[in-house]
């Protein structure tokens, strides 16, 4: 009995001070994971949303010991503030994320950052749920679109500027990596001109950050050229059992995405 109690004496402690940083602090982190559904490895066909082993990203493909923060519907603005996002908080009410914790994403990110400053990678991808959000309320107003789109390129470069910067302040010096969207269909030009402009913020915001910027567009495009530049014909969305693919990637999606972060990683 002396022995039990000595023993507690000792776990009890250290299991305080585990209390007192992030969720998953104690794993091995050397790499943490930030995002949207790209990087949580949303899927439609997992039928218990509670089940977080389901969901598959690319950084679990890269990682068997990432800290994965990522939450499906968040925006560039949400990661920062919370609501209003494109789901993410709605997802959090009802299941887990890979990692648990309350607040903003960016708000985990700071504390574990501090907690951990050998910390050696960071990826993030993140602003095309606010080219959703603006979609859904321009509701196929073209004139509408154009009047917003040029405030939205504007807000994710600030916001962008706002988590790299609170990144590099909690003292992050390892690799900052983002990943670039791709396109469900490469032949769609206003899809590609709108695309583009996205991800042509992120590459400007992150390399002025010291980031490096991984090509998850040109990734997809390379593989879907065999299939007419179709990345669902392509096997790289996930296939809907009603025909037809789903926006975000399959299991070899998701390879094809962590290739193109090792390459510049």
Known sequence: MKTVVRLLLVLLPLALLAGMVPASANDEGGYLALGDS???GFSPLVLNPTDTDAYVGYPEVLSKHEVNASCSGETSG??????????CAA???????????????????VAYIRAHPDTELLTIDIGANDLFILLRTCAGSS??????????????GSNLATIYGSLRAAGFTGHLVALTYYLTNYNDANAAAAIGAINSVVMNVTTAFGGRVADGFGAFKAEAAEAGGDSCLAGLLIQLPTGGCDIHPSKMGQKVLARAIEAVD
């Open 38 to 40: 790209v990087a949580f």
């Open 78 to 87: 949400s990661l920062i503030a919370g609501p209003p996002d494109n789901g």
């Open 91 to 109: 997802f959090r009410s009802v299941a887990p994320l890979h990692v648990s914790y309350t607040g903003t994403q960016l708000a985990f990110a």
């Open 143 to 156: 004139s509408c679109f154009a009047a917003g789109f040029p405030a939205l390129l504007s807000r994710l």
